[in-house]
């Protein structure tokens, strides 16, 4: 299983972007995945999920700014951020599990990692 973030870069305050996540061996379709992030100096934290069941999970502290979804073929998952804040700068992964039941927070039960895109927001 890989799992491949893209889409990150340097983005201005205010802004929209758009992350994905690319898997091989692996599909969205029934399997739970998770989009974490770690801010420089912090922990990883969750930001937004898809569980098991194709329902969507968000952040409190990210509700209102940011869509996650998968493609119809269901090997592409995305993290659509609006509103970037400087705050957001952080390194993004995606997570993947395929014995997962619904969805969980805990980044310890997370088997598949990609290796994560940098997003930088600039003020």
């Known amino acids: 299983v890989q799992l491949v973030e893209s889409g990150g870069g340097l983005v201005q305050t205010g802004e929209s972007l758009t992350l994905s996540c690319t898997a091989s061996?692996?599909?969205?379709?029934?399997?739970?995945m998770i989009w974490v992030r770690q801010a420089p100096g912090n922990q990883r934290e969750a930001v937004a999920g898809i569980g098991s069941d194709g329902s969507s999970h968000v952040a409190t502290f990210m509700k209102g700014r940011v869509t996650v979804s998968s493609d119809n073929a269901k090997t592409t998952a995305y993290l659509k951020i609006q509103a970037v804040r400087p705050e957001d700068t952080a390194v993004y992964y995606c997570a993947g599990d395929t014995v997962m039941l619904g969805f969980s927070r805990y980044l310890g039960v997370w088997t598949f990692w990609g290796q994560g895109t940098q997003v930088t927001v600039s003020s």
């Open positions: 061996e692996f599909a969205f379709d029934g399997n739970a």
